[in-house]
């Protein structure tokens, strides 16, 4: 867990000091018809919307493999091509409902609920409610949601995002950019160290940065987990969220104003208050062990060849839902599809480069599983790397491309953060483009993809994302939906230039001597730090 300085990871942006290489041409040698047939069928129906453990994930994973092989690309892990991730797959049954007092509200269009725990009943019983603002403990601001309150064995409601976005008080937080303490996840870690048993996150669409129609698609279906020792049982017992209007009525019930307590909460002396009302739930869970997996292949360094710059796209999505009684599969063609055959065209590209200007580090191709639900196989593969972790040069992620045409600038998450925003401030320079610093900061988009996993262990790393920037409408209408399906019009220009950066930052890092570094204290540097001081 990061506990100090978490607004420094406000942008995962990675490592160096060293020019980039001259413009490599590297656009000129991607093959952009194999991309787009590489999009057009891992977003296939035939793919099934790419679930962990399904048919999907197995057609998903012989493709990867299949055209790592075809490449002539060497299996990441030591004979193969695949790390396998064990995973409980937890299915809530969806015919639940939230009483508290005499309300009673719908699961997914009023409310959602699941569990990580090994636990296939958990009841809510007349549990009682503790309204602790934005649920955050952060001594190196000196803000404690939970100070002098007991929350163990409750439900705690707790607000989205942190107190900087509410204000966009520069400083408070960091202002309008949003911290991991105002990251879901986090409000469902702290809560757990809190010891209450269930949290509903109340849900507004500007500081959660989507619309609820995402949260119903996130967490009314199947979701997996890692598995500790403990059944992760210390885990929060109820992993839920509550739209704005139920929390209003929730609270009017009590005789509170959720309007006035929402605004007490931007207050470091905020006292949680408990409501009159009482909570009961029943979550029932069917659970299945099983694993999943990671897919990797490596291009292997002639002079350095266990120092390895990594390449990533997640490869899951979110499988099937139904809508109006049809089975409708959510293909995620740009979320993530279009980040997988991104690595494949670089493998293909830098494969075919290699054999007449080899490179000195290795570069390795990946796609890992489950990003979608909690960054469990980077999580994964951060703790068990088939090379020390101190021996990962960097970690370039790539989370949705610009199928769009091209345009002047690239996104830059984060400011300062390390040393590699330097390599992508001088690889941008090549192409006569410009940075632009992440429009929509508030979003946390550096805690949402794989790359932080690697980050908790000091692995420093880039995040190439472009949804909802070149495409307005795609937050709205696609993140998450069915509709983020593959279109026979996109030009793909923002692909050929992206690609063509990103290409020229590996081979950059594939070839010289120098240890991205964290240029911000924080716990990814001490981590770092540790294995390489």
Known sequence: MIRKHLALAAGLLVAASTQVMAASQLAD?????????????????????????????????????????????????????????????????????????????????????????????????????????????APEYGWNDYANTDVKGKTVIVLVNDPGFATQDPDLFTGNAMTYYGRWTYKYEEAARQGAKAVFIVHETAPAAYPWGVVENSNTNTKFTLVDNNKNLSQVGVMGWIQRPVADKIFAASGLDFETLKESAL????????????????????????????VGAILPGTAYPNEW????????????????????YLNGAVDNASGVAGVLAL????????????????????????EETGLIGATHFAQNPPVPSKNLVAFLNIDGMNVNDGVDYILQYGNKVSSLESYLRDATQTQGRTVKPDPRPQNGLMFRSDHFALAQQGVPGLLFMSLGDTDPDYIAHKYHKAADDYDPSWSLGGVKQDLDLIGQIMLTLGNNQDWPVWLQDSDFKQRRLQDRP
């Open 29 to 137: 040698q991607l093959d952009l018809n194999q991309y787009r047939q590489d999009v057009k069928i891992l977003a296939s129906d035939a793919f099934q919307g790419r679930a962990p453990l399904s048919d999907g994930e197995t057609k998903t994973i012989a493709y990867l493999t299949a055209a790592f092989k075809q490449m002539g690309l060497q299996p990441a892990f030591g004979d193969s091509y695949t790390q396998a991730v064990p995973m409980a797959k937890i299915t809530a049954d969806q015919n639940m409902q939230l009483q508290v007092g005499d309300l009673h509200f719908k699961n997914g269009s009023e409310f959602t609920a699941r569990t990580q725990q090994i636990n296939p009943h958990i009841q809510l019983k007349d549990n009682d409610i503790v309204f602790v603002g934005y649920g955050i403990n």
């Open 267 to 294: 207050a470091k002396n905020f006292t949680p208050v408990t409501l009159k009302q009482k909570a009961n739930l029943n979550l029932d869970s069917s659970i299945e062990m099983a694993s999943s997996q990671n």
């Open 309 to 328: 710059v990594v390449l990533h796209a997640h490869w899951d999505h979110l499988g099937e839902t139904v809508e109006d009684g049809k089975t409708v």
């Open 347 to 370: 493998a293909r590209t830098l494969k075919q480069r290699s054999l007449t200007q080899p490179n000195q580090r290795t570069l390795m191709f990946s796609a890992f599983t489950a």
